[in-house]
């Protein structure tokens, strides 16, 4: 028969061993999607109350009219001059959805996104819609180069008409299809128009470059087309997703919250104070 004594050290080292390994084990069964979303707060505030984004806006969009107006002077072909954009996040503003997700326990879903859509609320970006104006203004024509499904057309449709973009229709509007490659979307623009430049908030909305696994083949991809950016390549701040995000996920984005936080913090250079 055991002693009082030698239950209680039984009984203290269980707990003890208990404190070292339930942290771990509480991290991966305890942290949910509504905890992941917390870390949505910083880049959706930023996004919608700091005056540095919508500085940024405007700066990408009178970069793009510059460089419009260079190769409106430069230009020698026959073809007509497009001028090709992403939608989310580079014309238009959807961090509302952003804001929705904190505090629910749920991440995106095709579901709530194509209700998004349908309700046509997303701002217009700073900038956005003067530029391409201006484009059309000129003789040019802009072409929406969206991944957005095709279920979301009519909703895509009545919110970029009632913030006053122009060539909201049938042939300039081109949502996704069959596939999220824009490669054959922009090569069939090409066809018919000479391209001034491309505006996006990702990589792949300018070149299949960028379609690597992970994030070490995307860095590589920007060194090796650096002169382009600014000049052919206009790129928009978006903190807050992307292709990159499924980059630190290396293509698992089923994977739990848990591990998903583990993920984004992996990829951070922490500094190390000298103790």
Request: charged content about 25%; proline content about 3%; aromatic content about 12%.
């Amino acid at each position: 028969m055991f002693s009082i004594q030698s239950r209680t050290f039984m009984l203290s080292a269980a707990l003890l061993i208990g404190s070292f390994s339930l942290p771990a084990f509480a991290h991966d069964t305890e942290y949910s999607n509504k905890d992941l979303n917390e870390q949505l707060v910083m880049s959706t505030i930023w996004m919608q109350a700091s005056a540095e984004y919508k500085a940024l806006s405007y700066q990408a969009f009178n970069l793009a009219q510059m460089q419009f107006d260079r190769y409106l002077s430069e230009h020698k072909g026959n073809k007509k001059i497009a001028v090709v954009v992403d939608a989310d996040e580079t014309v238009i503003d959807n961090s509302a959805y952003q804001a929705w997700l904190i505090g629910k326990d749920f991440g995106y879903s095709s579901k709530s996104w194509g209700e998004w859509m349908d309700a046509a609320e997303a701002k217009a970006m700073p900038g956005a819609t003067d530029f391409l104006n201006y484009v059309v203004s000129k003789g040019g024509e802009v072409f929406y180069i969206t991944n957005r499904k095709t279920s979301g057309l009519e909703g895509t449709r009545k919110n970029l008409k009632a913030l006053g973009f122009p060539n909201v229709d049938d042939a300039h509007l081109m949502l996704r299809e069959s596939t999220s490659n824009k490669k054959p979307r922009r090569d069939a623009v090409a066809e018919n128009y000479d391209i001034a430049l491309l505006m996006g908030d990702n990589l792949n909305d300018f070149s299949n470059d960028f379609k690597g696994k992970n994030l070490a083949e995307s860095d590589v991809g920007v060194e090796r087309n650096k002169a382009l950016f600014g000049t052919y390549f206009i790129m928009l701040p978006n903190p807050g997703y992307g292709d990159w995000e499924g980059k630190i996920y290396e293509g698992n984005w089923g994977a739990t919250p848990a591990e998903k936080d583990k993920m984004r913090k992996s990829k951070m250079r922490v500094w190390q104070p000298i103790e």
